[in-house]
């Protein structure tokens, strides 16, 4: 008899650790791709996982229409460039009726939060939204109150980790940023006084990427590096010394019980020395294992809710911040999984489940069909071209296809052109250098990856091309191209 109470007890203490890890753990659903995986197969795919709580960049109805009846908690979200709509309330009101009212009903969309902005207070955008998010907060949420939804649907803004500092590096030293400080007190304290919360996002690869002397070890949460010490607390990683800096801030602007979320937080697996699925797993294995043990950071202990970034690769994404932008995906572009992950964080990695329903375009690939041609000014323009409308980011110094030679780095700028335009045979020519073939290109590292049937119409937006040709330039300066 004791052995059977024994049992029941350990089983039932699993079962809550997934089960309250399960509803801490949600994920971003981007969709900036050329073919994108149609909403229902990337619902169906994240039921399989156990994957209950999604963040979405905008509020598209073909994707909340997905995600009618799925049981998933969902944060929309109002793009920086819509800001400036809702300066007026009336526009807000009518937002939240077609968007929020529309959908939200018994066995809808169980939409919880709305993210006013991502990320608009970054220094890169040189403070064009700094004085408009705050207005476009409140006139939402006013909106939410008089829907009768402001009990259910909270919104808030998703911020990245800049909009705190600290001198020294310790999280006692952390406060808001002053060229915005007057504006975070606004919103924090507005986010307090409606029981809303503070929606952050914390990226440890991006410590390691911006600073050469950052160690390795403290970017992971697997506790084999040295630790800092800040007021007598032992800080072993950067994700925690990181969140602390910012309950610091929310001590100082009185509002020190604030509720976190972690908007994002991720590890890319190409285009950069350190973005690779090796160090990838080590991240998310880390991760997986704190969440499911509850132990949160020094200064806030207890259960973490985060949002994963993200869900897939995304191949139309702004390379500006770096080449590992496209590659932040647990999943390809095709929904197919990178590397073994435990959602559970119980110690039982496996592959996650695959994207059920994709269909892959023909098995063929474009490549060069002229290995005895000399570089020219000709052939440096003509890859040149294939990467400025494609994505070559994995050609990159420390990516997957950083080895590959002369003839390989030309046949896979050709065939990611070709892939990206759906496999027209008119995209594999280059003035007669390039061919097709049905024999695998891929080699060693290096995938030469087939495209798939798009769910949607690609879009391509003026920064992107802009982007995707800057990496063009840079790559065919190395490869003496040019």
Same mark, same amino acid.
């Given at each position: 008899?004791?052995?059977?109470?024994?049992?029941?007890?350990?089983?039932?203490?699993?079962?809550?650790?997934?089960?309250? $890890?399960?509803?801490?753990?949600?994920?971003?659903?981007?969709?900036?791709?050329? $073919?994108?995986? $149609?909403?229902?197969?990337?619902?169906?795919?994240?039921?399989?996982?156990?994957?209950?709580?999604?963040?979405?960049?905008?509020?598209?109805?073909?994707?909340?229409?997905?995600?009618?009846?799925?049981?998933?908690?969902?944060?929309?979200?109002?793009?920086?460039?819509?800001?400036?709509?809702?300066?007026?309330?009336?526009?807000?009101?009518?937002?939240?009726?077609?968007?929020?009212?529309?959908?939200?009903?018994?066995?809808?969309?169980?939409?919880?939060?709305?993210?006013?902005?991502?990320?608009?207070?970054?220094?890169?955008? !040189?403070?064009?939204?700094?004085?408009?998010?705050?207005?476009?907060?409140?006139?939402?949420?006013?909106?939410?109150?008089?829907?009768?939804?402001?009990?259910?649907?909270?919104?808030?803004?998703?911020?990245?980790?800049?909009?705190?500092?600290?001198?020294? !590096? /310790?999280?006692?030293?952390?406060?808001?940023?002053?060229?915005?400080?007057?504006?975070?007190?606004?919103?924090?304290?507005?986010?307090?006084?409606?029981?809303?919360?503070?929606?952050?996002?914390?990226?440890?690869?991006?410590?390691?990427?911006?600073?050469?002397?950052?160690?390795?070890?403290?970017?992971?949460?697997? *506790?084999?590096?040295?630790?800092? *010490?800040?007021?007598?607390?032992?800080?072993?990683?950067?994700?925690?010394?990181?969140?602390?800096?910012?309950?610091?801030?929310?001590?100082?602007?009185?509002?020190?019980?604030?509720?976190?979320?972690?908007?994002?937080?991720?590890?890319?697996?190409?285009? !950069?020395?350190?973005?690779?699925?090796?160090?990838?797993?080590?991240?998310?294995?880390?991760?997986? /294992?704190?969440?499911?043990?509850?132990?949160?950071?020094?200064?806030?202990?207890?259960?973490?809710?985060?949002?994963?970034?993200?869900?897939?690769?995304?191949?139309? /994404?702004?390379?500006?911040?770096?080449?590992?932008?496209? $590659?932040?995906?647990?999943?390809?572009?095709?929904?197919?999984?990178?590397?073994?992950?435990?959602?559970?964080?119980?110690?039982?990695?496996?592959?996650?489940?695959?994207?059920?329903?994709?269909?892959?375009?023909?098995?063929?690939?474009?490549?060069?069909?002229?290995?005895?041609?000399?570089?020219?000014?000709?052939?440096?323009?003509?890859?040149? @071209?294939?990467?400025?409308?494609?994505?070559?980011?994995?050609?990159?110094?420390?990516?997957?296809?950083?080895?590959?030679?002369?003839?390989?780095?030309?046949? @896979?700028?050709?065939?990611?052109?070709?892939?990206?335009?759906?496999?027209?045979?008119?995209?594999?020519?280059?003035?007669?250098?390039?061919?097709?073939?049905?024999?695998?290109?891929?080699?060693?590292?290096?995938?030469?990856?087939?495209?798939?049937?798009?769910?949607?119409?690609?879009?391509?937006?003026?920064?992107?091309?802009?982007?995707?040709?800057?990496?063009?330039?840079?790559?065919?300066?190395?490869?003496?191209?040019?």
């Amino acid at each position: 008899m004791a052995q059977r109470r024994a049992f029941l007890w350990a089983f039932f203490l699993l079962v809550s650790l997934f089960t309250s $890890h399960g509803d801490a753990l949600g994920v971003n659903w981007g969709t900036q791709a050329s $073919h994108t995986l $149609h909403p229902s197969v990337v619902v169906g795919m994240l039921k399989d996982n156990g994957i209950n709580k999604v963040k979405l960049f905008d509020s598209d109805s073909w994707t909340l229409k997905a995600l009618v009846g799925s049981g998933m908690e969902v944060m929309v979200a109002i793009p920086n460039k819509d800001l400036n709509i809702y300066l007026k309330y009336k526009k807000a009101k009518k937002w939240v009726k077609d968007t929020i009212s529309k959908h939200l009903y018994d066995g809808g969309v169980d939409i919880r939060y709305v993210a006013v902005g991502n990320e608009p207070f970054l220094t890169s955008y !040189n403070g064009s939204f700094v004085n408009i998010t705050f207005p476009a907060l409140a006139n939402v949420q006013k909106a939410l109150e008089e829907a009768g939804l402001g009990e259910k649907v909270k919104a808030t803004v998703a911020l990245n980790a800049d909009v705190y500092e600290s001198a020294s !590096n /310790k999280p006692s030293d952390g406060d808001f940023r002053g060229d915005i400080k007057d504006r975070m007190l606004e919103i924090v304290r507005f986010l307090n006084e409606k029981n809303s919360p503070f929606v952050v996002n914390i990226y440890p690869f991006l410590s390691l990427y911006q600073n050469p002397d950052f160690p390795l070890d403290f970017a992971f949460l697997d *506790e084999r590096g040295e630790s800092i *010490e800040d007021r007598g607390i032992e800080y072993s990683n950067v994700f925690d010394a990181n969140l602390d800096t910012l309950v610091w801030a929310l001590r100082k602007s009185e509002v020190p019980d604030l509720k976190i979320l972690v908007g994002e937080i991720g590890w890319p697996t190409d285009g !950069n020395k350190f973005a690779n699925r090796t160090l990838a797993k080590r991240f998310y294995d880390g991760l997986m /294992k704190k969440l499911a043990t509850g132990a949160g950071t020094p200064l806030r202990p207890g259960r973490l809710s985060v949002y994963l970034f993200g869900l897939v690769d995304e191949d139309l /994404k702004s390379v500006a911040p770096g080449n590992f932008e496209r $590659h932040w995906g647990i999943f390809y572009f095709d929904g197919k999984p990178k590397f073994p992950i435990d959602f559970s964080g119980n110690g039982q990695s496996k592959m996650p489940v695959a994207a059920k329903g994709v269909v892959p375009l023909e098995s063929r690939w474009c490549v060069f069909g002229k290995p005895e041609m000399k570089n020219s000014s000709k052939l440096g323009d003509l890859v040149n @071209y294939a990467c400025s409308n494609a994505d070559c980011t994995a050609l990159g110094y420390g990516s997957s296809c950083n080895n590959l030679d002369r003839n390989g780095n030309i046949s @896979y700028a050709f065939n990611m052109y070709f892939q990206m335009q759906s496999q027209d045979v008119q995209a594999c020519d280059f003035d007669g250098m390039a061919t097709i073939t049905t024999k695998n290109a891929s080699t060693g590292t290096c995938l030469f990856p087939i495209q798939i049937i798009s769910a949607g119409v690609r879009v391509i937006g003026d920064g992107v091309s802009a982007a995707a040709g800057f990496v063009g330039l840079v790559l065919f300066g190395i490869f003496g191209l040019m």
